[in-house]
């Protein structure tokens, strides 16, 4: 009994290994089908009379965002609400790539999504600035910004001034933002140390923020996410009373995110909550969520 062959190969033997490489492709499908958990909250803080942060949750858009206003009540908000809204509708104008505008220019060595959260806080930057122009009453208005795309599995992550990006992955905390404040250009230079850094008088002074200038300098950085990544966005009322090693504590004992989120900014207040106290916190699932969390 003859056996059929292709091209000097048995059928059986192509077909099994057809099926393997089919199963492999499967297991790799199956291994980049993800899902991101969200949750955001703010917090007036005890000494503070109106919150003038600003947080975006967008599961839709993949957009997380927060918003650190200032220049006095009723006018931080006002920056703040600005570029949420200005942020948030250029990057679901811009999900279809092939009709995207790019009125600040497109920079090659920044992918798609850095370059559609630069043009976001430019346009925001835009906004604020122009009513400080328009208007003497919101002279010294401001924001800081720092934002979240999530696209599949990677993250791109944009910031202006001094709120934060963080990065939790296997029980290592790390900054994946740069701030912009006046001691933290000295630290960059060496003039600093970290330490002298964290008591120094003018610790909180910015060199730049939405609205200050225009343009500013977006500082910009996309990764590749694994299984169970924590992404923390906090403003300075948080990030800067609690100190790291507690953060890392809480977010390395996460439960829900809502309770993380909960404790984080349970601790900014028993260290005397003197800002407005906002976190935003993802989990990055691969092959579905957690049942569990």
């Not at 947080?55 to 993949?62: K, N």
């Not at 001034?161 to 939790?168: C, E, I, K, N, V």
Request: charged share 20%; with cysteine; hydrophobic share 40%.
């Amino acid at each position: 009994m003859s056996v059929i062959r292709a091209a000097g190969m048995p059928i059986a033997l192509i077909f099994a290994q057809n099926a393997a490489h089919i199963m492999m492709l499967f297991e790799d499908l199956l291994k980049f089908q993800s899902v991101i958990q969200s949750f955001g909250l703010s917090d007036t803080g005890l000494k503070r009379s109106a919150n003038q942060d600003r947080i975006l949750v967008d599961d839709a858009l993949g957009l997380y965002l927060i918003a650190d206003g200032m220049g006095g009540p009723g006018h931080g908000e006002t920056a703040a609400e600005l570029a949420i809204r200005s942020g948030q509708y250029y990057i679901s104008a811009s999900r279809d790539t092939f009709d995207v505008s790019w009125p600040f220019g497109y920079d090659v060595d920044r992918t798609m999504d850095e370059n559609r959260l630069v043009t976001a806080i430019q346009l925001a930057n835009r906004q604020v600035w122009r009513m400080t122009e328009e208007s003497p009453m919101y002279a010294g208005m401001g924001t800081t910004v720092v934002a979240v795309i999530v696209n599949g599995h990677r993250a791109s992550v944009a910031n202006v001034g001094d709120s934060r990006a963080y990065l939790m992955r296997k029980g290592d905390l790390q900054p994946i933002t740069r701030d912009d404040t006046w001691v933290n250009d000295l630290v960059r230079t060496g003039a600093l140390t970290e330490e002298q850094a964290k008591t120094h008088s003018m610790q909180h002074v910015l060199t730049q923020a939405v609205g200050a200038a225009n343009p500013v300098e977006v500082h910009t950085s996309e990764r590749e996410l694994e299984d169970g990544d924590l992404i923390l966005l906090t403003c300075d009322g948080v990030h800067g009373v609690v100190e790291h090693a507690e953060m890392r504590s809480i977010l390395y004992s996460a439960g829900s995110l809502e309770d993380t989120v909960r404790k984080l900014i349970d601790a900014a207040l028993r260290n005397g909550g003197p800002d407005n106290a906002s976190c935003v916190l993802l989990r990055y699932r691969q092959g579905g969520p957690d049942p569990k969390r």
